[in-house]
């Protein structure tokens, strides 16, 4: 009787073991893009075909998966490699790349349809396509094996491709450069990092609304305190040439006031420049005052916006204007970005599982 009982005492796994169960049960689930297998794919293809077998164990094989990550980075460096040329002209080594892709097409190809038949299409739950990321591997083989056809096509119906003229069908080859991002797909802490921002979409517009809040309102300020103060500069009497020390640019200057004035001999203040830049950064205006608010919240140049300033009205005051711009705009709100997207990667749900 004590036998007996013994016998029928559920088994117990230990920890390692259970860690062991678990780990393998997640490689399964992120082969499929987490998804489980379906009963049956294609409609003929059930678990039990030796075909759907055979491409399960493939897909699911550890050696399959880095292969595909190995072809993905070669192909990177084929595109970073590849040498666009005017008029349709090429060279050996174009030539030996373009020849190059039709590997890689067959590689990813041949991976799309192993896990097709291994997942299914996208008729039920758990089916490749029912994967974010499946659809953007299906959709950059479709398009390779779209422009493969085409071009076959045009070539065995001896159309001629006019140089610099009407619409090419290679044009489409340009969907070669999405296939790098075929790395988030297969790396699943990118994945993480690429639900996160998807995540963190809505806040960031809350960021972007508080952005262009501040920038509104410090442009209104910007065009009530300095319009039309950055347009006058130094010229030689009675000429249009700018009256400059060599190697300097044109800056803004002041016939009154403590802003610059012109130390050159023989030179004069007056009005008639279109400004720094170009004519770019100025206050004249709500649309250029904005833009000139959101160069300094970048920090790009800022203290050179602010020494023109200072040259058009004097340095008393102006610095109170720009101080707090940058305190709040750039250390700030600008910052809050990098809040929200630490915020929503640290996540217990937005982490990779732990071995």
Not at 303 to 328: Q, R
Request: proline share 5%; charged share 20%; hydrophobic share 45%.
């Amino acid at each position: 009787m004590a036998a007996n009982g013994d016998a029928t005492k559920p088994v117990i796994m230990n920890e390692e073991e259970l860690k062991r169960k678990q780990r393998e049960k997640l490689k399964k689930l992120q082969a499929t893009g987490g998804n489980p297998r379906p009963a049956r794919s294609l409609f003929c293809f059930t678990l039990k075909n030796p075909f759907r077998k055979a491409c399960i164990n493939i897909v699911e094989w550890k050696t399959f998966e880095i292969i595909i990550l190995l072809t993905i980075f070669a192909n990177c460096v084929a595109l970073a490699v590849f040498l666009p040329m005017p008029e349709e002209d090429s060279n050996n080594t174009n030539s030996n790349l373009e020849s190059l892709e039709y590997i890689f097409l067959v590689i990813f190809t041949l991976e799309c349809f192993l896990k097709i038949v291994a997942y299914g299409l996208v008729f039920h739950e758990g089916a490749y396509l029912r994967n974010c990321w499946n659809i953007l591997d299906f959709v950059i083989v479709f398009m390779g094996l779209f422009t493969f056809t085409i071009d076959t096509i045009n070539k065995i119906s001896g159309v001629p491709l006019e140089k610099g003229g009407g619409f090419d069908m290679k044009a489409l080859r340009a969907f070669r450069v999405l296939r790098p991002l075929r790395l988030v797909s297969g790396v699943p802490s990118l994945q993480v990092v690429m639900n996160s921002i998807l995540k963190a979409m809505l806040p960031l517009l809350h960021i972007a609304l508080l952005v262009f809040l501040l920038v509104t309102i410090y442009a209104i300020m910007g065009l009530e305190l300095f319009k039309c103060k950055m347009h006058k500069t130094c010229y030689y009497s009675g000429t249009d040439i700018y009256a400059t020390a060599e190697g300097e640019m044109p800056a803004p200057c002041a016939q009154a006031g403590n802003g610059r004035r012109c130390a050159i001999d023989g030179s004069e203040c007056r009005p008639g420049w279109e400004g720094p830049h170009n004519g770019i950064t100025h206050f004249d205006n709500i649309g250029f005052a904005m833009l000139t608010v959101y160069q300094c919240i970048t920090m790009e140049g800022w203290t050179k916006v602010l020494y023109w300033v200072n040259d058009a009205i004097g340095n008393e005051w102006p610095w109170i204007y720009f101080v707090p711009l940058i305190l709040i705009g750039s250390f700030f709100v600008l910052n809050l970005v990098l809040g929200v997207l630490s915020g929503y990667g640290a996540r217990p749900g937005a982490g990779v599982a732990r071995d």
